[in-house]
């Protein structure tokens, strides 16, 4: 098995030691806690990125969900991430997550939707999932009424539990069609280390259950405060629910150092069985939350960001000039009213890129090396 790099594995002995010391001193952990070690770690470690020309903090129309929307090129029409941020379904937010959303719309060349969805325990299972449903059939509408233009293409992207509501979201046909005809169209799905299993069956749970950031212990203690009424956490994970006809062709990215990793290897394999395009990236040297200890493993998430834009870039056909300008002339006289959302960002660091192995697997089922 691959070492960690130095600087992820030096880091990690001491927030080992760190959490070994609150325990043994009796501190519990709270939802609070775990809140504010999230933020904390990304505030440390995530590298800023290049400034992004708009940014703006607004709610999805005819919805109370909060979003953050950022536009890298706004005279451009481009293609939009719905983003779903990780946290066990009770951490993370649009603000933690904000130098890993603008990396990611930097690089892909996508304007990101990231979306506030609310939290457990206060918001048990299913309301943030709902939030997330109700974010995607108001896109069109919440972005047709900024001032700025896009282009009707969709890609659901999340991280950890982000992957999970991401993938719910993926596996139901009739909200999938339902956005079709409000002229946006789902086309790619992208899981980030992702949870899909609440039951927590796959090996790497107990492989990797200790000492690699994300434990499986806090994993069960994340859905025991999301399932609060019973629920059939097997029903409700993705991993085992049916995949429908109209399911968007999907990246995987999993590491070798976190206790979800063969959920993500379990999915991508059912979908190559049900002749769903898939590709799976492996860092085979990397934890849970890698992209948020950016400073740590630099390469590693510069490669990974590079991946998943080279994944969404299109394919065979340019984006029609006429189409930009005709919806930049429709939504001009909005761009005149609607100057507010401005945001300031932090210069970026410059980031070495890795060469690291991965692996495709193809909709025909095989597996290639890269």
């Excluded at 129309?61 to 005279?75: A, D, K």
């Amino acid at each position: 098995m691959p070492a960690l790099p130095l600087a992820l594995q030096t880091w990690l002995a001491q927030f080992n030691l760190t959490v070994a010391q609150s325990l043994a001193m009796g501190v519990v952990p709270t939802p609070a806690l775990a809140r504010l070690g999230l933020q904390t770690i990304t505030q440390q470690f995530a590298m800023p990125s290049p400034s992004i020309d708009t940014v703006i903090d607004t709610l999805l129309l005819h919805t109370s969900v909060p979003c953050r929307i950022y536009h890298p090129e706004p005279q451009r029409a481009l293609p939009v991430i719905l983003f779903f941020h990780g946290g066990g379904h009770m951490c993370g937010s649009s603000q933690v997550y904000d130098p890993i959303c603008q990396r990611i719309a930097t690089t892909s060349q996508h304007i990101v939707v990231s979306v506030d969805y609310r939290l457990a325990p206060e918001h048990p299972y299913p309301l943030g999932l709902n939030d997330c449903m109700a974010s995607l059939t108001a896109l069109h509408d919440t972005l047709t009424a900024q001032p700025f233009a896009f282009l009707p293409s969709v890609t659901l992207m999340g991280d950890s539990a982000g992957g999970a509501l991401a993938t719910t979201l993926a596996q139901q046909s009739h909200l999938l069609n339902n956005v079709a005809q409000r002229g946006m169209t789902v086309e790619h799905l992208v899981l980030i280390y992702p949870s899909l299993d609440y039951t927590l069956s796959s090996p790497s749970i107990t492989q990797l259950q200790q000492g690699y950031l994300l434990e499986s212990s806090k994993v069960l203690w994340y859905f025991d405060h999301y399932f609060q009424r019973g629920e059939d956490r097997q029903q409700a994970s993705p991993l085992f629910r049916p995949l429908n006809a109209n399911h968007p062709s999907t990246m995987i990215i999993t590491a070798g150092f976190d206790p979800l990793r063969d959920e993500g290897r379990r999915y991508a394999d059912r979908l190559t069985q049900h002749h769903i395009a898939c590709e799976h990236l492996h860092m085979e040297d990397m934890i849970h939350a890698y992209l948020n200890l950016d400073a740590l493993a630099p390469d590693a998430c510069e490669h990974t960001y590079q991946a998943i834009a080279a994944y969404l870039a299109p394919k065979g056909h340019e984006i029609e000039p006429e189409a930009e300008q005709a919806q930049a002339q429709a939504q001009a006289m909005k761009a005149e009213r609607d100057t507010e959302g401005k945001a300031e960002v932090k210069p970026q660091k410059g980031i070495n890129k890795g060469a690291i192995n991965r692996h495709v697997i193809n909709k025909n089922g095989n597996k290639a090396n890269v």
